[in-house]
């Protein structure tokens, strides 16, 4: 599916999704109205002209919101690429925690403190778990999004 085509559903659905009163953050609603201004023409233009022949072409605006999967796909590919080359070759583990489902409308509601809480308290129980000897007896190293271990 191309990005354009999301902003297609976007514009499809939208107004329904926001009448049918399921709560947005701030955030969300940033992101929602910035996908539909995406490439639209709405943020403007720029102007390209061949110095040869005169061609000129115009290239709507992006939004450059970092949750837009329109105009940020490129650099989203490229974090990923320098985030591929701070992981040092050696064995590792993935691991992941879930919290139930029926948590999610809390979590949306209230998502940098209980996601901050919630990588806060998987870091703590990683570390106590795997430097005890039953288990692993060694000291990890962890990597997690915007986590501050005290």
């Not at 049918?20 to 910035?34: D, I, L, N, P, V």
């Not at 796909?73 to 064995?91: F, M, Y």
């Not at 998987?122 to 288990?135: G, N, R």
Request: hydrophobic share 35%; aromatic share 8%; with cysteine.
């Amino acid at each position: 599916m191309s990005n354009l085509k999301i902003r297609m559903i976007w514009q499809d659905s939208y107004d329904d999704y926001c009448q049918s009163g399921h709560f947005q953050s701030e955030e969300q609603k940033k992101t929602s109205r910035a996908i539909l201004a995406c490439k639209s023409g709405r943020l403007g233009f720029n102007v390209s002209e061949c110095s040869e022949c005169g061609h000129m072409e115009f290239h709507k605006n992006s939004c450059r919101n970092r949750n837009c999967p329109i105009c940020q796909a490129v650099l989203k590919e490229i974090w990923v690429d320098q985030r591929r080359a701070e992981v040092i070759d050696s064995p590792y583990f993935h691991v992941v925690f879930t919290l139930p489902h029926e948590l999610n409308p809390l979590i949306y509601c209230n998502q940098k403190l209980l996601y901050g809480l919630l990588h806060k308290c998987c870091a703590e129980t990683l570390l106590e778990l795997s430097t005890d000897q039953k288990y692993l007896g060694a000291q990890p190293g962890i990597m997690m999004p915007n986590c501050l271990l005290r």
